[in-house]
């Protein structure tokens, strides 16, 4: 190796620009590298953000629908019904489009007492759930109730229920009427569980 002292002025200067040259070339690699991931990491950002919005938006028309129905169940609930457990199994049994869409169907009375539920499971019937939100909602403000995510008392798995007060003809509460969706079995939550974000990304519901 030459010693950089016996090389002429001409040749000193050839090589420090050669130097400044390529520490400028790679600056400005750098600079433009950390501009395309700056770019893709907004445009990915921007795909997931769509991918979020449109995922919410398809749970929220889902959970919209099983409402309607719930709601529309409550307003032409029979007042036979309404006295008699059998005939409010059998109104349960009728409903088919509350089938496809609801897990569960219950029947409180005014004061929260769990009087009829379907398909029926043991140790349901008789429960006392005043303490439950979608019961509150329904008992005190008279309005449509969903609840937080909560494990059921008799079974022990993770659901949300949707609470609809049954109001008689004078606008007193009469009843509540109660929509269970399993998150475990409901297809509700479909979307989430099928959407994977690249080999290890996924979705997490708040």
Same mark, same amino acid.
Request: aromatic share 6%; glycine share 6%; with cysteine.
């Given at each position: 190796?030459?010693? @950089?002292?016996?090389?002429?002025?001409?040749?000193?200067?050839?090589?420090?620009?050669?130097?400044?040259?390529?520490?400028?070339? #790679?600056?400005?690699?750098?600079?433009?590298?950390?501009?395309?991931?700056?770019?893709? &990491?907004?445009?990915?950002?921007?795909?997931? =953000?769509?991918?979020?919005?449109?995922?919410?938006?398809?749970?929220?028309?889902?959970?919209?629908?099983?409402?309607?129905?719930? !709601?529309?169940?409550?307003?032409?609930?029979?007042?036979?019904?309404?006295?008699?457990?059998?005939?409010? !199994?059998?109104?349960?049994?009728?409903?088919?489009?509350?089938?496809?869409?609801?897990? =569960?169907?219950?029947?409180?009375?005014? =004061?929260?007492?769990?009087?009829?539920?379907?398909?029926?499971?043991?140790? +349901? +019937?008789?429960?006392?759930?005043?303490?439950?939100?979608? @019961? +509150?909602?329904?008992?005190?403000? +008279?309005?449509?109730?969903?609840? &937080?995510?909560?494990?059921?008392?008799?079974?022990?798995?993770?659901?949300?229920?949707?609470?609809?007060?049954?109001?008689?003809?004078?606008?007193?509460?009469?009843?509540?009427?109660?929509?269970?969706?399993? #998150?475990?079995?409901?297809?509700?939550? =479909?979307? #989430?569980?099928?959407?994977?974000?690249?080999?290890?990304?996924?979705?997490?519901?708040?």
């Amino acid at each position: 190796m030459i010693p @950089i002292r016996r090389l002429t002025l001409k040749v000193q200067i050839a090589l420090s620009v050669a130097l400044a040259l390529t520490t400028v070339l #790679l600056v400005h690699s750098w600079l433009l590298f950390q501009d395309a991931r700056h770019e893709l &990491k907004q445009s990915i950002s921007g795909q997931l =953000d769509v991918l979020v919005s449109r995922l919410a938006s398809e749970l929220d028309d889902k959970i919209a629908m099983r409402v309607n129905v719930l !709601e529309s169940m409550a307003n032409n609930f029979p007042a036979a019904a309404l006295r008699d457990d059998a005939a409010c !199994e059998a109104y349960f049994r009728s409903s088919f489009p509350a089938q496809t869409l609801i897990d =569960d169907l219950y029947l409180f009375s005014p =004061d929260g007492m769990l009087r009829v539920d379907w398909p029926p499971a043991p140790g +349901r +019937r008789g429960l006392d759930m005043t303490d439950r939100d979608y @019961i +509150r909602g329904a008992m005190h403000d +008279r309005r449509t109730t969903i609840s &937080k995510p909560i494990l059921g008392r008799a079974t022990k798995q993770p659901m949300v229920v949707i609470g609809v007060p049954i109001l008689s003809d004078n606008g007193k509460l009469a009843g509540i009427l109660g929509g269970v969706l399993h #998150l475990k079995k409901s297809r509700l939550l =479909d979307p #989430l569980y099928s959407t994977r974000l690249g080999q290890n990304g996924y979705f997490y519901l708040v």
